[in-house]
């Protein structure tokens, strides 16, 4: 065998770093997608090999009630999450920028609920929605005595409760929008001041627009967000009252439960396919592709 | 503006932020509250005050639960999974940083598109990879499928850093002798020590986090992680309030603790997270 070149050597070393982690790729990505895609084409039970049924997964999904009242929950929550959520956590963001008294003490309180666990948090909303001694209900009762509404397990109610555990957490879009803010050259702003602009016309003309890329990844966070929302509706309401807070993710679970893993993996399937949809339509939507300056 | 409009525009501003940081803290600060507060106290009135101060239910919680297991069971699998994972992905971040290859930008992409991929859609298949390797119910499965949690958004984080060091330090190193490994380990490794926390935070807090997976992989009491205990206290203190609130403050605070030493990490990390998209 001839001795490796330098450059030979070097290569081999390349791949060798590369390894561990297209191994990682392989065995955690590209093996269950593999899997995940075929087998929602199968009836399979974990025991016995899958056996090929076409579309059986598929129609039995999109027949089954808390399939259809869980994707009527992911639009609403979706609109409400690209529209409301977006919109607050934008507006904390140029209010920030402006640089307020204690803003930065904001920024850091802000941050909080987004480094405890999603378990932990959930919990704490149980706490929050309870129906005899649940913060909400308390702060309720100070004006209306006797109140009693056990939110999370009344309809309609618990559609809005779980909504209200992430609507106004949005400190991820704060974030993004503030970094976007941030990189506007400021000759820009002095120029509009110049030529008699107000701040209401600056935000709305200038500052906004030159966001599109941030806000449009924002509503990509925050939708992405709701179609795997898990923890919150599972430690609360699990799905109920009836299919009112029901999501795909609860659905899969099940299914895995009941070793009915061709279903499951239906179900993942549609995970997968509406985060595609989601990703393109606000990419064409927000013309993200587009360079800014 | 004139003073009336500029008064009403500060008294908005102000009501805002207000609101923010109350929906922010206020839930986390009534639960660390009650946690000092009798069961007749939480019951009767949410606000009232502790007229006590005693930890006699953070000592309960460590009686009557495993809670000290809990947490070191987080702990291990939080600290292993992010060790490895730091260095398989500084590894990779750092040749795709540092070297022109064929089908480096094919494995790149590769790498980066994972994160369009929602975790929880992968379940099933992970559950019987997990199972195929007689890994179920154990602390290795928790560490494996952790390992690629963070894949997208360390690649991302490092390789920036790796590429923003300058190229004359591995050349000067070239010349003198040193080899690949010895100029990856010397050399670039020490100088992205700021890329490396911030990955390494994120992936730390995401791990010490996640619920979902250990949820699903891990039954018994012997590998549970804090959340999965967390959310099964909601049975055995169901009529005890105190110290499920005291178990919850236990739970809550090392994330908080670790946001306040590392708030510029998080926040950077928080951040990256979001561009990759």
Excluded at chain 1, 22 to 31: E, K, S
Excluded at chain 1, 174 to 192: F, N, W
Excluded at chain 2, 4 to 24: D, E, N, P
Excluded at chain 2, 182 to 191: A, D, Q, S, V
Aim: a positive charge; glycine letters at 6%; hydrophobic letters at 55%.
């Amino acid at each position: 065998m001839k001795p490796l070149t330098a450059r030979q050597k070097t290569l081999l070393w390349i791949w060798a770093f590369l390894l561990p982690c297209i191994l990682v790729l392989l065995l955690f990505y590209l093996v269950p997608i593999l899997t995940l895609v075929y087998t929602s084409f199968t009836k399979w039970d974990g025991a016995n090999p899958p056996v090929f049924t076409g579309l059986t997964n598929y129609v039995n999904l999109f027949g089954a009630n808390d399939f259809k009242a869980a994707f009527v929950n992911l639009l609403l929550w979706s609109a409400i999450a690209g529209t409301l959520h977006v919109f607050f956590g934008t507006l904390i963001a140029l209010i920030l920028f402006k640089e307020p008294h204690g803003w930065k003490f904001v920024e850091t309180v802000f941050m909080i609920p987004n480094v405890i666990s999603m378990a932990a948090w959930a919990m704490i909303y149980r706490f929050v929605f309870n129906g005899s001694y649940g913060l909400l209900n308390g702060i309720i009762r100070t004006f209306v005595p006797g109140f009693a509404v056990n939110w999370l397990f009344e309809s309609p109610y618990a559609f809005w409760a779980v909504t209200l555990t992430w609507l106004f957490y949005a400190v991820v879009v704060t974030l993004l929008v503030l970094g976007d803010l941030k990189a506007i050259p400021s000759d820009l702003h002095e120029a509009a001041r110049i030529d008699g602009a107000g701040e209401f016309y600056i935000t709305m003309k200038i500052n906004l627009p030159l966001c599109r890329n941030s806000i449009g990844t924002s509503v990509i966070c925050a939708i992405s967000s709701r179609i795997s929302m898990y923890e919150t509706i599972a430690l609360t309401t699990r799905g109920g009252p009836g299919n009112d807070t029901m999501n795909i993710p609860l659905i899969l679970v099940n299914a895995i439960n009941n070793s009915k893993y061709g279903y499951a993996n239906a179900a993942g399937m549609m995970m997968l396919l509406l985060g595609i949809v989601l990703l393109v339509v606000v990419n064409k939507a927000f013309r993200m592709n587009e360079s800014i300056y | 503006m004139d003073t009336a409009k500029k008064t009403l525009y500060h008294l908005g501003v102000f009501i805002v932020l207000l609101f923010t940081v109350l929906i922010s803290i206020f839930p986390i600060v009534w639960v660390v509250v009650s946690s000092f507060k009798t069961n007749a106290q939480i019951l009767s009135s949410p606000f009232s005050l502790p007229t006590a101060f005693s930890f006699k239910a953070y000592q309960a919680v460590f009686k009557q639960t495993d809670f000290l297991l809990y947490t070191v069971n987080s702990l291990v699998v939080s600290v292993v999974s992010t060790a490895i994972s730091i260095i398989i992905y500084a590894m990779a971040a750092y040749v795709i940083a540092k070297y022109d290859f064929k089908g480096k930008d094919l494995v790149y992409s590769l790498f980066v598109i994972t994160l369009l991929v929602p975790a929880q859609c992968k379940a099933q298949p992970i559950f019987s990879l997990i199972i195929h390797f007689n890994l179920y119910d154990t602390k290795t499965a928790l560490v494996l499928v952790y390992l690629a949690a963070g894949m997208a958004m360390s690649l991302f984080i490092l390789k920036n850093t790796f590429m923003s060091i300058p190229k004359d330090f591995s050349e000067a190193a070239w010349m003198e002798g040193s080899g690949f490994i010895r100029t990856f380990l010397w050399i670039n490794l020490p100088m992205a020590k700021s890329g490396l926390a911030t990955a390494g935070i994120l992936m730390f807090l995401g791990n010490w986090n996640e619920y979902f997976f250990a949820m699903l992989l891990t039954t018994s009491p012997v590998n549970r992680t804090l959340p999965v205990a967390l959310a099964s206290f909601n049975e055995t203190y169901s009529y005890n309030y105190t110290n499920m609130f005291a178990a919850l403050t236990m739970a809550i605070l090392p994330g908080i603790l670790i946001y306040s030493f590392a708030q510029d990490q998080v926040t950077n990390s928080l951040v990256a997270s979001g561009i990759k998209g």
